[in-house]
């Protein structure tokens, strides 16, 4: 390793660092440490390249390098709009601002706008602050129907209604807080309507050059068709592809095809260098980096498309200086670059995986071919290319996500040639769409069959049984293992023969300590969501999951809670209210839903919708003043609630408290701790109950009865003198809009804040 090589590295691991408390002197001072015993470690492994001033200077770049991330951290300015927001907190006012970048489309079908503020009207409210003097960056959303003719540049007032973006309050979900902080924005703007400031002209941009090419593209396709040539020549990001059509390609294993990075740069690159081969090699380099930075206008900045481009400006730097490049090192000094100018890219998913995966290609792709020389050498490098990625890839999805994707090789395979034929094509189709639109769009219509075929196999792969298995997110320790391991295999050829044991060891640490960790797992989670509470129940490895929310809590917060805890399978889900058979649907369709109690009267209406939409799924009635046995667990129906016991410990999930409110105490119900022997377990001293409820009103008699160990509100209002006997009684009372998600074990007790990784599963 040289000592370049070495420094980079080092920068690198600093970044890293950076995500835990004193990381900013944990490599310094390793770093220096080594420099002190370099004579003693050197003579025992030798390091030829690898010097001790090598080894100082590494310890102060790691240390600046730390100094630098603090540094670049988006931070709001004094005249920032987000300074502005608490005192308009539900008012509605007009800002003036220009937009930043074309318009899209969000998952919720409405337009998302990025305005770069210029001056704030509060509409008559007095602020301290000049509200004329407001600047930043805003996050708007807007109709549909709002806002199609917008382009970046344009001078326009947006009014609605500001508000402050909220972190994550549920573990796996959506973090908006830190994307808007990520994107240097920290707060957003529910827009009502646009006004455009009159007499403007669009200034000239490669924006107008992507949308020709997206209008040629799409005329003569049918949707979504078009949309997909044009998201493989210039990325996901840059054309709004159908929530449907991303989720089979995400369900496939086959996203990376919509990401603009190394495929469509090697194949741009590959081109121009044919077409010019004739030529000089200054012509060949000229044009080479002029197709690289038309690219990068049009696909736009990202930190994955950014690596792609400075490898390729690599090579024709080799070229022009006449050497050859070291591809690993090309890697290595690219990523170093990138993150030199922006650090915080250093936690950019898409970064990391693209990363991962060139490298995979450049070190694992040789001896894969050379193991699959008894195939043909047509189809070796299909084969081979899919496997490497995956191997280099699939420890830090399953860190991120925990899902496993089985078909993913298989799918990536059978549609190589046909994502070449689309990327390659579409290619062709755009550099014509430049030239003459009427030529982009029948070039692009000569692509319609391989479009076809490509959007036929995506979608049979998404339907298939098992296409995401959920094995549950992997803790930090185990992904470095895998990477070790994977490592290890490229660093030591003469251990490739062994390859077969590595690869079943990999395995068991990826499905033993999951599959241990669920069998042996008592969890109760009450979600933070609104409007309807969600509650999901873990007893050695069977699930219980009380209510769904609408669709939007279902795909965004309880499908990736869930996956992330390793369920494949929900066998029991009861439905407090009226269901949504949307939000069902969205449940059913990524983890089976084995049966749905519902109230009997509610059953009758909503029997049909959710037979066609839950197949396999059995309807059964929950009946009031019956009993229930699910796995080792019990539960009593009541009108004013559920009464539930896991492992000794009672719960009470109530419905409408003050509504069931008896008129006297002859009508009280039975506090948990005297309910069916079915439900009760035989626990010579019964643990007081713990209360889940709206937040609403309880009469006071059955709080004084119940002597509760805790009280859980899911509401968004608190009800005063409830809040008032709980604190009397001394009973803590969490309330989740506030305190965000909770979790009870047996062992801990009610927990109010999730550790990303799992530390019961990192003991094992």
């Not at 608490?86 to 970048?101: F, H």
């Not at 690289?292 to 400075?310: E, M, N």
């Not at 769409?433 to 196999?457: D, E, K, R």
């Not at 009103?697 to 968004?716: D, M, R, S, V, Y």
Request: net charge positive; glycine share 8%.
């Amino acid at each position: 390793m040289s000592g370049m090589a070495f420094v980079c590295l080092a920068y690198i691991l600093a970044l890293f660092t950076t995500a835990i408390s004193w990381g900013i002197v944990i490599v310094p001072i390793l770093l220096g440490l080594a420099a002190i015993t370099y004579p003693t470690w050197r003579s025992r492994w030798k390091f030829p390249t690898l010097s001790r001033k090598h080894l100082i200077a590494a310890g102060c770049i790691a240390f600046l390098a730390s100094l630098w991330y603090q540094f670049r951290i988006p931070q709001p300015g004094t005249h920032d709009i987000s300074r502005f927001v608490p005192a308009l907190t539900d008012r509605s006012v007009a800002v003036q601002g220009v937009v930043e970048a074309s318009p899209r489309m969000t998952r919720s079908d409405r337009r998302q706008i990025w305005l770069q503020v210029q001056g704030l009207d509060p509409n008559g409210i007095r602020l301290s602050t000049d509200p004329a003097q407001a600047q930043g960056k805003l996050y708007v959303t807007v109709g549909a129907d709002l806002g199609k003719d917008l382009y970046p540049g344009a001078k326009i007032t947006l009014t609605g209604k500001l508000y402050l973006p909220q972190a994550a309050k549920n573990p796996g979900a959506f973090d908006f807080q830190q994307y808007l902080a990520q994107e240097g924005s920290f707060s957003g703007l529910r827009g009502e309507s646009i006004q455009v400031s009159p007499g403007q002209q669009p200034q000239w941009g490669l924006w107008q050059i992507r949308q020709r090419i997206v209008r040629s593209q799409t005329a003569w396709l049918p949707k979504p068709e078009g949309e997909l040539v044009s998201a493989m020549v210039l990325g996901g990001k840059a054309v709004d592809l159908p929530t449907t059509v991303k989720e089979d390609f995400r369900r496939a294993g086959l996203s990376h095809a919509l990401a603009a990075s190394g495929f469509q740069t090697s194949l741009i690159l590959g081109v121009v260098l044919a077409l010019t081969r004739r030529f000089s090699i200054r012509t060949q380099v000229i044009a080479g980096g002029t197709a690289l930075a038309i690219f990068l206008g049009l696909a736009g900045v990202q930190p994955a498309i950014l690596r792609a481009v400075v490898m390729g400006a690599a090579v024709l730097v080799g070229m022009a200086l006449e050497r050859q490049v070291k591809p690993i090192g090309s890697l290595l000094l690219s990523a170093t670059l990138l993150l030199v100018i922006n650090p915080l890219w250093i936690w950019d998913l898409g970064f990391q995986l693209s990363v991962l995966a060139t490298l995979g290609l450049l070190v694992t792709v040789p001896p894969l071919t050379k193991w699959l020389d008894w195939i043909p050498s047509q189809i070796t490098p299909a084969i081979a290319v899919p496997i490497a990625a995956y191997l280099w890839t699939i420890p830090l999805q399953l860190y991120t996500f925990g899902l496993v994707s089985p078909y993913s090789i298989i799918a990536n395979v059978l549609t190589t040639i046909l994502i070449s034929i689309i990327s390659l094509g579409g290619m062709v189709s755009a550099l014509c769409a430049v030239v003459y639109p009427l030529a982009g769009s029948a070039t692009a219509w000569l692509l319609h069959y391989p479009v076809l075929a490509l959007l036929a196999i995506v979608h049979s792969f998404s339907q298939l049984p098992g296409n995401n298995i959920a094995v549950g997110t992997l803790p930090l320790v185990l992904m470095l293992a895998l990477y070790g391991a994977i490592v290890l295999l490229w660093l030591r050829p003469n251990l490739r023969r062994y390859g077969w044991a590595f690869f079943l060891a990999g395995l068991a640490m990826i499905f033993l300590p999951a599959w241990q960790y669920q069998a042996q797992l008592t969890q109760v989670t009450a979600l933070a969501t609104s409007p309807q509470a969600v509650l999901v129940i873990q007893d050695r490895g069977k699930v219980l999951l009380v209510n769904s929310g609408d669709a939007a809590t279902a795909e965004m917060t309880i499908v990736p809670y869930l996956q992330s805890q390793g369920i494949n399978q929900i066998d029991w889900a009861i439905a407090l209210q009226k269901p949504d058979p949307n939000a069902w649907a969205v449940l059913h369709k990524n983890i089976a839903v084995r049966n749905l109690y519902v109230e009997p009267a509610v059953a009758a209406t909503i029997a049909p919708t959710i037979t066609k939409q839950l197949q396999k799924t059995q309807l059964l009635p929950l009946a009031a003043d019956s009993h229930y046995t699910f796995g080792q667990m019990g539960l009593q129906s009541q009108a004013a609630g559920l009464m539930l016991m896991i492992r000794e410990q009672p719960w009470f999930l109530g419905r409408s408290l003050a509504k069931a409110a008896p008129q006297s105490t002859a009508q009280l119900p039975n506090p948990p701790l005297v309910s069916d022997p079915r439900v009760i377990s035989s626990a010579s001293q019964p643990r007081q109950p713990i209360l889940w409820w709206s937040g609403g009103a309880i009469p006071e008699t059955w709080l004084q009865q119940w002597n509760l160990q805790a009280a859980i509100a899911h509401g968004k209002r608190l009800h005063p003198q409830v809040e008032y006997t709980l604190k009397t009684q001394k009973v803590p009372l969490y309330w989740l809009p506030q305190q965000g998600a909770l979790r009870w074990q047996p062992d801990t007790g009610l927990v109010t804040t999730f550790a990303t990784d799992r530390a019961e599963l990192a003991s094992l």
